[in-house]
């Protein structure tokens, strides 16, 4: 039971000194990425920038202790900032303590979510959002993310929660825009896609080793900080007009407890309800996709315990709703990390940073921030997989482009929301209209075939019918049209034999249509019987009506079936007289 609730138990046994080495390694890098990337994601969430490292510190030690994924860094992320940016937004204005108390409380209701989840093992409910659904989500919130970062680029003041709010907005105060700001905000950009595209093979070709040419490339962001803060304060930019952070509380988080305000609870359960499934569905997806990669397993109900723990130790840290970073853990699985361990010392890594460098960070200017947000979120967006997924399914295709233009024309919860619920109507919908197929013979075989794929021979006083899914309540009306709509359209037929190597789960609606349909196919001098059930399903009726009142009689093989009700049709095939039946 510990083992399980705490899966360091399994591993820290055999820590031994290359593992610690390894995993110190891909810690050191992961903290230089991390750092930027934590007061980034403050500002996008509207919260200090500081809040950001606090949510890179206790949330990272908690997940050590209990996730199950040797490779996940967890911690501040785009998607769950800008959705904690909307949900805030609307209970109270940004820059005031009761929208960071109300931040925290939304990590506070999100972990209690996960862990309570988590205890009832719902690790299922990721199926729930479907890729395409994520995928839209996805995009429209990485452009929703870059557009609301284009004010602090220029420097000028500018809202809006939508993407024609935003544009509005930013077309209104354009004339405002601060040069200062825009050079370091374009450069900042600039530097940051040529360092993710081209600095790597540059310092390749100028003699590095891949390796440290790689690890460079992660500490541009690092660089292009450090750069326009000297450039800030050694030319007095602040006079100029361009934003900077400012004062950053120095020293590591005081432990303190979250808002317990049930109104405000009650105004944040929905937000913190969805932000805990989008995040739970991309932390375990990035674990799962990593895992994989080394043959190991991850536990989906112990890592709902996991990210649920790891946002009680933000909310409890002053932080805000953190998840499993895809860029983060990429870097971390690259890097070498063998244990989650990497995490508890990238924990210290950010403990460092905030009582060692966070005096340096005044000078840093909101550009620069700006700039590592639009360039890591537009790697999210991928407006190509809309095209890819039409061309396989048009339902998948229009569910992901309602997300996308929900998310950018409502909002990220409307969105989120929109996606889910088209997803869900198109199952219904699948659902209550399965593919089935008129089966013939064919020839020379024990193989039944769909009549308007292959070449077969038929029964004329036998309609074979095969249905693909398992019948229940959205079917049941299908399947009684579908075989009185086949009996009526040909007087010539006496025996429908309903195939069943596809049903799995038959439920009590889809039972009650089938009673019906024996009944009065036998009024109408028509016998229904039954092939290839399987035994759960044959278990569940023979406790029914069905099997009792039957017209005619349930075969073990579809062979057998058409061996009983035509002799004519199988006696080519070379079991034919093997045929029997299975009451």
């Given at each position: 039971m510990l083992?399980r609730?705490?899966?360091?138990l399994?591993?820290a046994?055999?820590y031994h000194r290359?593992?610690?080495?390894?995993d110190?390694?891909a810690?050191?890098?992961v903290t230089?990425?991390l750092?930027?990337?934590s007061?980034a994601?403050?500002?996008?969430a509207?919260?200090p920038?500081?809040?950001?490292?606090?949510?890179s510190i206790?949330?990272?030690?908690?997940?050590?202790?209990l996730?199950?994924?040797?490779?996940l860094?967890?911690?501040?992320v785009?998607v769950a900032s800008?959705?904690t940016?909307a949900a805030?937004?609307e209970?109270?204005?940004?820059?005031t303590?009761?929208?960071l108390g109300a931040?925290?409380?939304?990590a506070l209701?999100?972990?209690a979510?996960?862990?309570?989840?988590g205890?009832?093992?719902l690790?299922?409910?990721a199926s729930?959002l479907?890729?395409?659904?994520i995928s839209g989500?996805?995009?429209?919130s990485g452009?929703?993310?870059a557009a609301?970062?284009?004010k602090?680029?220029?420097g000028?003041?500018a809202?809006g929660?939508?993407?024609p709010e935003?544009?509005g907005?930013?077309a209104?105060?354009?004339g405002a825009?601060?040069?200062?700001?825009?050079i370091?905000g374009?450069g900042?950009?600039?530097?940051?896609?040529?360092?993710?595209?081209?600095?790597?093979g540059a310092?390749?070709?100028?003699?590095?080793?891949?390796?440290?040419a790689?690890l460079?490339?992660r500490?541009?962001?690092?660089?292009a900080?450090?750069?326009t803060?000297l450039?800030?304060?050694?030319?007095?930019?602040?006079?100029e007009?361009?934003?900077?952070?400012?004062?950053?509380?120095?020293g590591?988080p005081?432990?303190?407890m979250?808002?317990?305000?049930?109104?405000?609870?009650?105004q944040?359960a929905?937000?913190a309800l969805l932000i805990?499934?989008?995040?739970?569905?991309?932390?375990?997806?990035?674990a799962?996709t990593?895992?994989a990669?080394?043959?190991?397993?991850i536990d989906?109900?112990q890592e709902?315990v996991?990210?649920?723990?790891?946002n009680?130790?933000s909310?409890?840290s002053?932080?805000?709703p953190?998840t499993?970073?895809?860029?983060?853990s990429?870097?971390n699985f690259d890097?070498?990390?063998?244990t989650p361990?990497a995490?508890?010392f990238t924990?210290i890594?950010?403990?460092?940073?905030?009582?060692l460098?966070?005096p340096a960070?005044y000078y840093?200017?909101?550009?620069?921030?700006?700039?590592?947000i639009?360039?890591a979120?537009?790697?999210?967006?991928d407006?190509?997989a809309?095209?890819?997924t039409?061309?396989?399914s048009?339902?998948?295709?229009?569910?992901m482009v309602a997300?996308?233009?929900?998310?950018l024309?409502?909002?990220v919860?409307?969105?989120i929301?929109?996606?889910?619920?088209?997803?869900?109507?198109?199952?219904?919908w699948?659902?209550?209209?399965?593919h089935?197929?008129v089966?013939g013979q064919v020839?020379?075989?024990e193989?039944f075939?769909n009549?308007?794929r292959?070449?077969?021979?038929?029964?004329p006083?036998?309609?074979?019918?095969?249905?693909?899914?398992?019948?229940?309540?959205?079917?049941?009306?299908?399947?009684?049209?579908t075989?009185?709509?086949?009996?009526?359209?040909?007087?010539a037929?006496r025996?429908v034999?309903?195939?069943c190597?596809?049903?799995n789960?038959?439920?009590?609606?889809?039972?009650?249509?089938l009673?019906a349909?024996n009944?009065?196919?036998?009024?109408?001098?028509?016998l229904?019987h039954?092939?290839?059930?399987?035994?759960?399903?044959?278990?569940?009726l023979k406790?029914s009506?069905?099997?009792?009142?039957?017209g005619?009689?349930v075969?073990?093989?579809?062979?057998?079936?058409l061996c009983?009700?035509s002799?004519?049709l199988?006696?080519g095939?070379?079991s034919?007289?093997?045929c029997?039946t299975?009451?």
């Amino acid at each position: 039971m510990l083992k399980r609730y705490f899966p360091i138990l399994t591993w820290a046994p055999n820590y031994h000194r290359a593992t610690f080495e390894a995993d110190l390694v891909a810690a050191v890098i992961v903290t230089i990425m991390l750092i930027p990337q934590s007061l980034a994601y403050a500002l996008l969430a509207g919260l200090p920038a500081h809040v950001g490292l606090y949510a890179s510190i206790a949330p990272l030690l908690l997940y050590t202790l209990l996730g199950t994924s040797r490779a996940l860094a967890v911690g501040p992320v785009a998607v769950a900032s800008l959705m904690t940016a909307a949900a805030v937004g609307e209970i109270a204005a940004k820059g005031t303590p009761e929208y960071l108390g109300a931040a925290i409380a939304l990590a506070l209701l999100s972990g209690a979510m996960l862990l309570a989840m988590g205890f009832l093992r719902l690790g299922f409910i990721a199926s729930f959002l479907s890729h395409p659904v994520i995928s839209g989500f996805i995009s429209a919130s990485g452009i929703l993310i870059a557009a609301s970062q284009i004010k602090h680029l220029l420097g000028i003041s500018a809202n809006g929660k939508t993407l024609p709010e935003i544009a509005g907005s930013l077309a209104e105060h354009l004339g405002a825009t601060n040069t200062p700001t825009l050079i370091i905000g374009i450069g900042a950009v600039a530097f940051l896609f040529w360092a993710r595209n081209g600095l790597r093979g540059a310092l390749i070709a100028l003699g590095l080793r891949a390796r440290l040419a790689g690890l460079m490339v992660r500490a541009a962001p690092v660089f292009a900080v450090f750069v326009t803060i000297l450039a800030t304060w050694g030319l007095n930019l602040e006079a100029e007009g361009v934003r900077v952070v400012g004062r950053v509380p120095q020293g590591l988080p005081t432990p303190a407890m979250p808002p317990l305000d049930l109104a405000l609870w009650a105004q944040l359960a929905v937000p913190a309800l969805l932000i805990s499934i989008v995040g739970y569905v991309e932390t375990i997806s990035v674990a799962q996709t990593l895992a994989a990669k080394r043959r190991q397993r991850i536990d989906p109900d112990q890592e709902l315990v996991a990210l649920g723990g790891a946002n009680l130790a933000s909310a409890f840290s002053g932080g805000f709703p953190v998840t499993g970073g895809f860029a983060r853990s990429v870097v971390n699985f690259d890097a070498g990390a063998e244990t989650p361990a990497a995490g508890a010392f990238t924990a210290i890594g950010m403990g460092l940073a905030t009582l060692l460098l966070t005096p340096a960070l005044y000078y840093l200017p909101q550009a620069t921030l700006a700039a590592t947000i639009v360039v890591a979120v537009l790697s999210l967006v991928d407006l190509g997989a809309i095209r890819r997924t039409y061309n396989y399914s048009r339902g998948d295709a229009l569910a992901m482009v309602a997300t996308i233009l929900v998310t950018l024309g409502i909002g990220v919860e409307a969105g989120i929301s929109a996606g889910v619920g088209l997803s869900v109507l198109l199952q219904l919908w699948r659902s209550s209209r399965p593919h089935y197929a008129v089966l013939g013979q064919v020839p020379g075989t024990e193989h039944f075939r769909n009549i308007n794929r292959h070449r077969v021979i038929t029964a004329p006083d036998v309609l074979s019918l095969r249905v693909d899914a398992s019948l229940w309540f959205p079917n049941a009306r299908f399947l009684e049209d579908t075989i009185y709509g086949a009996v009526a359209g040909d007087p010539a037929i006496r025996h429908v034999v309903l195939n069943c190597p596809a049903v799995n789960f038959i439920d009590s609606s889809a039972l009650e249509a089938l009673e019906a349909v024996n009944q009065q196919l036998k009024d109408a001098g028509v016998l229904l019987h039954l092939s290839e059930v399987k035994g759960p399903v044959m278990d569940r009726l023979k406790r029914s009506d069905l099997i009792t009142h039957l017209g005619g009689q349930v075969f073990l093989t579809h062979h057998d079936a058409l061996c009983a009700l035509s002799p004519d049709l199988t006696m080519g095939t070379q079991s034919a007289p093997r045929c029997e039946t299975a009451r």
